[in-house]
């Protein structure tokens, strides 16, 4: 498989930080990316039916906290590589820290690469979770990318967040960005009820031994030249097909807000879908409805 490395020694690693009731991936392989490796949990469907899912998680979680809509997926049909991002889940080095956008953005071009190369298939489905979602817009707008992809899904997406850091720390951030790249600020979503209304679910949230709590200023000022990157692009500058999976009780995203500003990239063409429940729409006491639609999202129209 191209791109990933032929060592399984970070399974028993990646056991801890695993949701409970999660399903079991087939495997957990590193990823090799410039200068740094990253696992990549693959799960694989009794029989191929639909196109491959690159699934990216949020800001603070990993792949753990997926495994159920992972393992929806793979009972659809669909071989599913959800990544790691790097300094992120069990990475260990540079926690927290990415260099650059273009650092981002290669990383998922090699995860892409691993899913086409081991799956057979030409084009991927792009799912991406809460920050994950903004990640995933991002690299959809470079149109020789977007010719990789058969469909986008987009869950409750960081793209127009309700939670933001105060205006000081902002500058704060950007000063370090330049001079202190590694200094490392808190996540403001460190309060598990951000997530999720289930007692359990917040429970594992704060026991999460691979919950990312602090990024650096480098980081943080990376993903805000991602929001700009998603403000300044012309309307209808993603042509893939997109869905919108939204929380009517999010607390960490502005909703409406949102679905505006991917209407307009989308030039008019998103598929929106709101439904019962928090921000994590896997967490909920039942998530039936939505593994349903994110099936659905993932599927070639």
């Excluded at 892409?112 to 190369?117: I, K, Y």
């Excluded at 793209?159 to 933001?164: D, G, L």
């Amino acid at each position: 498989m191209e791109h990933l490395l032929t060592n399984n020694s970070i399974v028993a690693n990646f056991a801890q930080g695993r949701s409970a009731g999660a399903a079991e991936p087939l495997e957990v392989v590193p990823l090799a990316l410039k200068g740094a490796t990253s696992p990549l949990v693959v799960f694989r469907p009794a029989a191929a039916s639909g196109p491959p899912v690159v699934l990216l998680h949020g800001i603070a979680s990993h792949p753990g906290w997926f495994e159920a809509s992972a393992g929806a997926l793979a009972a659809a049909g669909h071989a599913v590589y959800s990544v790691t991002r790097r300094g992120s889940g069990t990475n260990v080095d540079a926690r927290g820290h990415a260099r650059s956008v273009g650092q981002l953005l290669d990383d998922l071009d090699r995860a892409v690469d691993a899913a086409v190369a081991d799956s057979g298939r030409e084009r991927v489905a792009l799912a991406g979770i809460s920050w994950g979602g903004k990640y995933a817009a991002c690299w959809a707008l470079d149109p020789r990318r977007a010719g990789r992809l058969a469909a986008l899904a987009l869950v409750a997406p960081g793209v127009v967040p309700r939670v933001t850091l105060p205006p000081d720390l902002r500058l704060a951030i950007a000063a370090c960005a330049v001079v202190l790249p590694r200094q490392r600020f808190p996540i403001p979503l460190n309060d598990p009820a951000l997530f999720t209304d289930t007692p359990e679910r917040r429970q594992f949230i704060a026991d999460d031994p691979h919950r990312l709590t602090a990024a650096t200023a480098r980081f943080l000022a990376v993903s805000r030249l991602m929001d700009r990157r998603l403000a300044r692009a012309p309307a209808g500058a993603i042509e893939t097909p997109t869905t919108l999976l939204l929380a009517d009780r999010d607390r960490i995203i502005d909703n409406r807000a949102t679905q505006t500003s991917l209407q307009r990239l989308t030039g008019g063409l998103l598929r929106t879908c709101t439904l019962a429940g928090a921000h994590t729409l896997e967490f909920e006491p039942d998530p039936t409805a939505y593994f349903a639609a994110l099936v659905a999202a993932v599927q070639t129209p």
